[in-house]
């Protein structure tokens, strides 16, 4: 029972304030108010809609609502979301678009277990889909996993990206954004020395923590701070009774959430601030940027117990993939055996979570890839989610990460996209394209 009063403490607490808003909103909103000469009701019921909304998210795993592909004779191809691989704790998602052919490049994007569903990364699938077939590692929440099925740790998370990678063959180009970009190196070590045939042609890691010492952040340096037996008591806790996960040892989303937010506290509330100013006056849009941002972002889930754990101890506290000490299932993974495979690193100048350097260690550890299979982006003025959903990732980055493809892939040459001026080799120390604002947080 360790840690279920707690959890369910938490649920309560977010069911409390979601209430509050309906009630807000709901007696604001009564008509006889209107008559009383005082913008007071209007400010209070805003208030009621943007607290209703943003708390009722919290539980709501979002939809990927993909949008139609333009065809080239002018029909729309609808997009269908199909789990091609099923697994308890994650399952393989195909973007599957209608009535088109297989393209020729086949792109598994491998989203991050960090706090987020994977339709995080829905603005990343959309503008990759009318070039590339598209899959993703779509994590389930850890609440509604039974204790039945097991433990899920970062040895378990790696042999999901086998497995995957497997499943859909070698003329494959993986991309991993974030947390799971060690992890995705590890994977491809191990079909390396294992199934040499494979591997997938190009290997994209984009702002993840390869070598956490490398670059001083806010979450690097928690890490460092407290110790492992401070973190299980302080944040682990167990399923409460509402879920199907009831008795699960997780890491809660909503805790997660809470250090999202903290990291940037007074632009969060200057943007729910405005949220609210915007909905009295009228000036409010369901679809507008604030709730699109937010409807994603306060989307939280839980992740497993062992999986935080882990992570934390073994990737940022012992630096086992930085040093090439990883291990898995009681075997050494050697990633200096990757060999047959284009390795590609992707950092924003101002990301604070994963910080320039951090990713492009992955470079130095692969001593078996020749240089000219290497490649590194350092993107000016862009934050971390800047490089994998916002301006600078349509505007420079997918185009430099598709032609990467193309160099060490089997696209043909007329589908490459020439913008590899904007991309540094490894011993390139040329300045890239023009400074971009970071878009991590949307108002």
Same mark, same amino acid.
């Given at each position: 029972?360790?840690?279920?009063?707690?959890?369910?403490?938490?649920?309560?607490?977010?069911?409390?304030?979601? =209430?509050?808003?309906?009630?807000?909103?709901?007696?604001?909103?009564?008509?006889?108010?209107?008559?009383?000469?005082?913008?007071?009701?209007?400010?209070?019921?805003?208030?009621?809609?943007?607290?209703?909304?943003?708390?009722?998210?919290?539980?709501?795993?979002?939809? =990927?609502?993909?949008?139609?592909?333009?065809?080239? #004779?002018?029909?729309?191809?609808?997009?269908?979301?199909?789990?091609?691989?099923?697994?308890?704790?994650?399952?393989?998602?195909?973007?599957?678009?209608?009535?088109?052919?297989?393209?020729?490049?086949?792109?598994?994007?491998?989203?991050?277990?960090?706090?987020?569903?994977?339709?995080?990364?829905?603005?990343?699938?959309?503008?990759?889909?009318?070039?590339?077939?598209? =899959? @993703?590692?779509?994590?389930?929440?850890?609440?509604?996993?039974?204790?039945?099925?097991?433990?899920?740790?970062?040895?378990?998370?790696?042999?999901?990206?086998?497995?995957?990678?497997?499943?859909?063959?070698?003329?494959?180009?993986?991309?991993?954004?974030?947390?799971?970009?060690?992890?995705?190196?590890?994977?491809?070590?191990?079909?390396?020395?294992?199934?040499?045939?494979?591997?997938?042609?190009?290997?994209?890691?984009?702002?993840?923590?390869?070598?956490?010492?490398?670059?001083?952040?806010?979450?690097?340096?928690?890490?460092?701070?407290?110790? &492992?037996?401070?973190?299980?008591?302080?944040?682990?806790?167990?399923?409460?009774?509402?879920?199907?996960?009831?008795?699960?040892?997780?890491?809660?989303?909503?805790?997660?959430?809470?250090?999202?937010?903290?990291?940037?506290?007074?632009?969060?509330?200057?943007?729910?601030?405005?949220?609210?100013?915007?909905?009295?006056?009228?000036?409010?849009?369901?679809?507008?940027?604030?709730?699109?941002?937010?409807?994603?972002?306060?989307?939280?889930?839980?992740?497993?117990? #062992?999986?935080?754990?882990?992570?934390? #101890?073994?990737?940022?506290?012992?630096?086992?993939?930085?040093?090439?000490?990883?291990?898995?299932?009681?075997?050494?993974?050697?990633?200096?055996?990757?060999?047959?495979?284009?390795? &590609?690193?992707?950092?924003?100048?101002?990301?604070?979570?994963?910080?320039?350097?951090?990713? @492009?260690?992955?470079?130095?550890?692969?001593?078996?890839?020749?240089?000219?299979?290497?490649?590194?982006?350092?993107?000016?003025?862009?934050?971390?989610?800047?490089?994998?959903?916002?301006?600078? =990732?349509?505007?420079?980055?997918?185009?430099?990460?598709?032609?990467?493809?193309?160099?060490?892939?089997?696209?043909?040459?007329?589908?490459?996209?020439?913008?590899?001026?904007?991309?540094?080799?490894?011993?390139?120390?040329?300045?890239?394209?023009?400074?971009?604002?970071?878009?991590?947080?949307?108002?």
């Amino acid at each position: 029972m360790r840690g279920m009063l707690s959890y369910d403490a938490m649920e309560t607490l977010r069911n409390t304030n979601e =209430w509050m808003g309906a009630s807000a909103r709901a007696m604001a909103s009564y008509p006889l108010f209107a008559m009383i000469p005082t913008p007071m009701f209007k400010v209070l019921s805003a208030w009621g809609r943007v607290t209703e909304r943003s708390f009722a998210r919290m539980v709501i795993k979002p939809d =990927w609502d993909i949008p139609p592909i333009a065809g080239t #004779e002018g029909q729309d191809h609808l997009v269908y979301v199909e789990p091609v691989v099923r697994r308890p704790f994650g399952n393989l998602v195909q973007f599957r678009v209608a009535r088109r052919e297989p393209m020729a490049r086949r792109v598994l994007l491998v989203a991050p277990m960090s706090g987020h569903y994977a339709t995080l990364l829905r603005s990343t699938v959309n503008s990759l889909l009318p070039d590339c077939d598209v =899959w @993703v590692t779509d994590w389930q929440n850890a609440r509604d996993i039974p204790v039945s099925e097991g433990k899920f740790d970062i040895e378990d998370y790696t042999g999901y990206l086998v497995d995957f990678m497997k499943h859909l063959g070698p003329d494959l180009h993986v991309v991993a954004v974030c947390q799971p970009a060690p992890l995705a190196l590890a994977a491809t070590a191990i079909l390396a020395e294992d199934e040499p045939a494979a591997q997938p042609r190009t290997l994209t890691l984009i702002g993840g923590p390869v070598d956490p010492d490398a670059a001083l952040t806010d979450v690097t340096d928690f890490g460092n701070r407290v110790t &492992m037996g401070q973190l299980e008591h302080a944040f682990i806790q167990q399923v409460g009774f509402k879920y199907r996960g009831v008795g699960r040892m997780v890491y809660p989303g909503l805790a997660q959430l809470g250090s999202f937010i903290a990291m940037n506290a007074e632009t969060h509330a200057a943007a729910f601030r405005d949220k609210i100013i915007a909905e009295a006056r009228g000036e409010g849009s369901i679809s507008d940027k604030h709730n699109k941002f937010y409807d994603e972002y306060l989307a939280v889930m839980d992740m497993t117990a #062992e999986f935080y754990l882990t992570t934390v #101890e073994r990737i940022f506290k012992n630096l086992e993939i930085a040093q090439n000490r990883f291990v898995v299932k009681g075997r050494q993974v050697d990633i200096g055996k990757i060999r047959d495979v284009a390795i &590609m690193t992707v950092e924003g100048a101002n990301d604070d979570i994963s910080g320039p350097g951090q990713c @492009v260690a992955a470079i130095r550890l692969c001593t078996g890839v020749p240089d000219n299979k290497k490649a590194q982006h350092l993107e000016p003025g862009a934050g971390h989610y800047g490089i994998f959903a916002g301006k600078s =990732w349509r505007i420079n980055i997918r185009p430099m990460v598709l032609d990467f493809m193309d160099e060490n892939g089997m696209t043909p040459d007329k589908n490459r996209i020439k913008r590899l001026r904007g991309m540094t080799g490894p011993g390139d120390t040329r300045t890239p394209g023009p400074e971009e604002r970071d878009s991590r947080i949307a108002v």
